[in-house]
Structure formats: C-alpha cells, structure tokens
C-alpha cells in the first residue's frame, strides 16, 4: 500500500505517475467540498444578528452556531461507510441535493425565532458530511506518494467557510436575509447536476463486503482510526471552533464592528485554508507525525500568548494567524496519515469517524468559551484549555502514533520483500 519509507516517521516518495482523470475528481470534489461548507457555516457569520434582534443569551448564540456542526460531524460516520460501499459518485450529489432542503428553509422562513434556526442548523449539518465523502474519492485515484497532498488539496475545500463569512453580512445588507440562503442553494443544485455527470470513482475500486454496523465495528477496531480521531479533534476542530465563534470573540472580547470581525475571521479561515494542503505535502515529504508535530507546537505557542489578550493590532493577529497556519497543516497532516495507514476498503469509515471528531472538537469550545465569557468576563481560561488539549496531542504524536506509524511501515517493507526473497532461493 505504501511506497518506500524515506523516514520513520512514514514519509515517501512521489515519484509515481498519476492518471489524469484524478486531477479533474480532485477538483471536482474540492468544489463540491466548498459548496457544501458554505452552506454549512450560513449560520456563523450571523450569529450576532440574531443575538441582538432574537435576544439570545451567550449560550443560546454559541448553541446556535454549534449544531450545524455537531450534526455534520456525526453524520460523517455513516455517510463515510455509505461511501465506501456506494462510492462517491453517487454520494456527493446525493448530499448536495440533500441540503438544498434546510438552505432554503432557512432562508424563506426559518429565521424568525430560535426554535425555528436550530431545526434549520440541525438539518444544515448535511452539508458538512461532504468531508467524508470526498477524502476515500480522491485518495483511490492518487498512488501512496501523493496522497497526502491531494488529500490536503481537497480539504482546502474547507476555505467554504471563508466564502460565507465574506458575502454573508454583505449579501443580507445588500438584499435582505433571504439572498445568501438563496445563492448558496442554487450552488448546491448546480453541482449536484455537474457531479452526478462527471465525476466518477477510481478504477478497480475496493467495495466493502458485508452490512453497515459490522463494517463500522471493524473499524473501530483499527488503532488508526483513534489515533487520527484524537489528533484531528484538536487539528480541525480547533479550526472549527475559531471559524464559528471568532467573529462573537472578536466583537465581544475586543470591540471590533460586526462586518470587520467577519472580515478578520475570513482571514484565518483562508490562511488555514491554504496551509491544509502544505501540511499534506510536508506529510508526503517528512512522514505524517514530524509535520503533526511541527503544526501542534506552533498551536500551543499561539494559544498560550493569545490566553494573555494582547493588542489586537500587532501580537494578537500574529497569534491568531499563527494558529491558523498551524491548525490548518495539522489537519492536512492528519488525513495525511490517514490515507497511508488505512485499508483501502476502509478509508470511507475512518474518514467518517476522524471526520466526526474533528467537528465534534469544534463543537464543545464554542459552547465553553460563551460560558467561560459569561462567568468570568474574559476569554483566556479557554485558551488556556487549547493550549493544554494541543500539548497533549503534540505529545502522544511523538509517542504512541510515531510508534504506530514505525509498525505499519515496517511491515509493509516486510511484505514487499517476500516475493524477492521466495523468487531467489528459487
């Protein structure tokens, strides 16, 4: 499965040629991967509108941006089993189609009160299973070597978040609330029509034998599967959680207008945007723990000098970009390990399941940092809390996976060698 090691830390070479069909799948999916998180962070960007014109508590906002979230990341499980056995050919038009449906009852009338939103969000978090979707499309049609680049480069489709924080506010201004709702649902549609026409699976594709739960027990079973789930709940669902709740940071914590704070999350998400995939290609270049490491380091020195509240003007966008560039490798560099340590017929399941904690990960710190706010007036103990969650990662990644890693790449050499070692005592 795996390519000769340049390190032990799991990197390799990527000297082999890749078909040209992969290229057009791989920016077929990153698109739909956009569409989908645009949809999916409608939600975010005016989560203080509707505090102010809803009367909503610093909890009741943060559970509001929350529960798309929560929702896209459990679905991911069975969306990702799904996937492996039905391929994502059908499954990204299914999914797209599929949250056209809360988009537009968003827009057209769920806005009105609270109860009416979290229904809305809950049903918006389809659009955030697409993840699932797209990372075993694109690793099939990539050999080990490249991998992890492509596979970073498909999660920079995540910069879908960036796309609503920009036009949002604006398109609300501009149009009334109606307008972004209405835009994103026609994306939706027209890539689901362009989807279900040209994208298509990798030759040869491993289709999963047996019923949904016993595939998903099996996959439990991988030690992979655990490992990437913990580093990616910290790696991505840091990135989550800044996405959804750095505007209420923003405005509250520093006293920024609404559309600036909007402005300055696009920002970060962009920049993590663009560093996913460079997490992927020092993975494919330096093994998946050396560049998780290098990325969760620079997270603990940015959360521990953001904890302090500095100036926002020159330390405090320095730190938060440096978390933004870290947060997005990382995660480049966890689907990194992923794509070369998973089964081939199990990518889809452990993408599923990685994928869910890493949202699930970007669920909980909203929730805390409104309460933290709340009780104490302030943001730091919850970046604190980061900084402690990314140390701990940083070292059971120089521990425990490193040594998973070393294991897989050692027995994959082992397998390589027989056939040679057979053919010449022959």
């Known amino acids: 499965m795996v390519q000769q090691s340049r390190s032990k830390s799991g990197g390799s070479p990527p000297g082999v040629p890749v078909p040209g069909r992969a290229w057009l799948v791989l920016a077929l999916a990153t698109v739909g991967f956009a569409v989908n998180f645009w949809a999916w962070a409608l939600l975010s960007p005016l989560g203080p509108r509707f505090r102010d014109g809803l009367g909503l508590s610093s909890f009741e906002q943060s559970l509001l941006v929350a529960v798309p979230v929560v929702v896209g990341s459990l679905g991911r499980v069975p969306v990702g089993a799904l996937t492996d056995r039905f391929g994502g050919r059908v499954m990204f038009p299914v999914v797209s189609a599929a949250t056209v449906v809360p988009v537009l009852s968003l827009g057209l009338a769920g806005h009105s009160s609270l109860g009416a939103l ?117 790696a991505f669902g840091g990135y989550v959680a800044f996405s959804v709740y750095l505007p209420t940071y923003l405005r509250t914590g520093y006293g920024l207008d609404l559309a600036d704070a909007a402005n300055r999350m696009a920002g970060f998400v962009i920049l993590a945007v663009l560093m996913r995939p460079v997490g992927g290609w020092l993975s494919d270049r330096l093994g998946p723990v050396r560049a998780l490491a290098g990325s969760l380091a620079l997270v603990v020195a940015g959360a521990v000098v953001q904890s302090f509240t500095p100036p926002l003007d020159l330390v405090g966008t320095a730190a938060f970009l440096a978390m933004a560039a870290a947060l997005g490798a990382g995660s480049g560099a966890v689907f990194a390990l992923v794509a070369l340590v998973a089964p081939a017929d199990k990518v889809g399941s452990v993408t599923g399941v990685v994928g869910a904690a890493g949202g699930l990960g970007g669920f909980l710190p909203p929730l805390v940092m409104g309460l933290l706010y709340g009780t104490y007036g302030s943001y730091a103990a919850g970046l604190a809390l980061l900084a402690i969650a990314a140390a701990g990662a940083l070292a059971y990644s120089l521990t425990g996976v490193r040594a998973s890693v070393e294991e897989h790449t050692r027995r994959h050499l082992i397998r390589r060698r027989r056939p040679c070692t057979a053919d010449t005592a022959a």
């Open 118 to 234: 979290l229904a809305g969000g809950f049903f918006l978090g389809i659009g955030g299973t697409a993840f699932a979707v797209g990372v075993p499309l694109v690793s099939a049609w990539f050999p080990p070597g490249r991998r992890g680049l492509a596979v970073g480069v498909f999660g920079a489709g995540m910069g879908g978040t960036a796309l609503s924080a920009l036009t949002t506010v604006q398109l609300v201004d501009a149009s009334g609330m109606a307008a972004p709702f209405l835009m994103t649902a026609a994306a939706l549609v027209v890539y689901a029509v362009v989807a279900a026409l040209l994208l298509r699976d990798a030759p040869g594709r491993t289709v999963p034998a047996g019923p949904l739960v016993r595939r998903l027990a099996d996959t439990a079973r991988l030690p992979v599967t655990w490992q990437a789930s913990a580093l990616y709940a910290v």
